[in-house]
């Protein structure tokens, strides 16, 4: 099992424990939260969840992951925001070090190959001083350089998935640039959320 997978199984246990809670999302096929049915039988959760995500692109995997974490059921909306960026910056982390890993453990993969992974490398070398830079704005409240840094990110995860099919390589890093630009998305969308509900 690779570490990404590990960092996720919090995120999929918690969907399998939540499965007749409000949502009904019942497993996760490769990273990405299946809809089964909603089974509205009771609302434990924070109601602020629901609205942080209102705009998210990808609302149902923003409201399940706020919802993993047990912190949330309390959080108000600057504590979803920081929940968010602190466990998008631990997935792109996690991404980095697989990159990182693969380039220097490995025998060549090919120079495609190769080449991509050093491009992303860089990419997510790049993202995660995006995502310094985010936490640091936000502990300000300039919620538009956050908003800047974190578009900044996600066009990093692009140009490395650009980097993969440049490479005939788009299959290395399995589904981890989606899901980084997912949670990229997501936590900008409640960090926005945020930004507005502010006096
Ligand atoms: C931020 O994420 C890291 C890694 O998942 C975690 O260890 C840490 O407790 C989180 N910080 C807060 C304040 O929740």
Known sequence: ????????????????????????YIHIRGG???????????EPNNPLIEKA??????????????KSFPESKTAD?????????????????EIATWVGDKLE??????????????D????YTDAMAQL???????????????NTWMTTAIKNAESCEESLKKGNAVDVM????????????NALAVVNVLAQTKP
């Open 174 to 185: 399995g589904n981890r640039n989606k899901m980084f630009v997912q949670h990229c998305s």
């Open 105 to 118: 453990d490995q025998e060549s993969m090919g120079p495609g190959i190769d080449q991509a992974l050093t």
């Open 132 to 146: 310094e830079d985010s936490l640091v704005a936000f502990f300000s409240n300039s919620y538009k350089d956050v």
């Open 1 to 24: 099992m690779d570490r990404v997978f590990l960092m996720l199984l919090p995120l999929m246990l918690g969907v399998i424990l939540q499965q007749n809670v409000a949502m009904g």
């Open 77 to 93: 909306m600057k504590k979803l925001a920081f929940l968010f960026l602190n466990t998008t910056k631990s997935l792109g982390l």
């Open 120 to 123: 992303c490398n860089d990419q």
């Open 32 to 42: 990405v939260p299946i809809k089964m049915q909603v089974n509205n039988k009771f």
């Open 53 to 66: 995500c209102a705009n998210a692109k990808h609302k149902e995997s923003c409201i399940l992951t706020l």
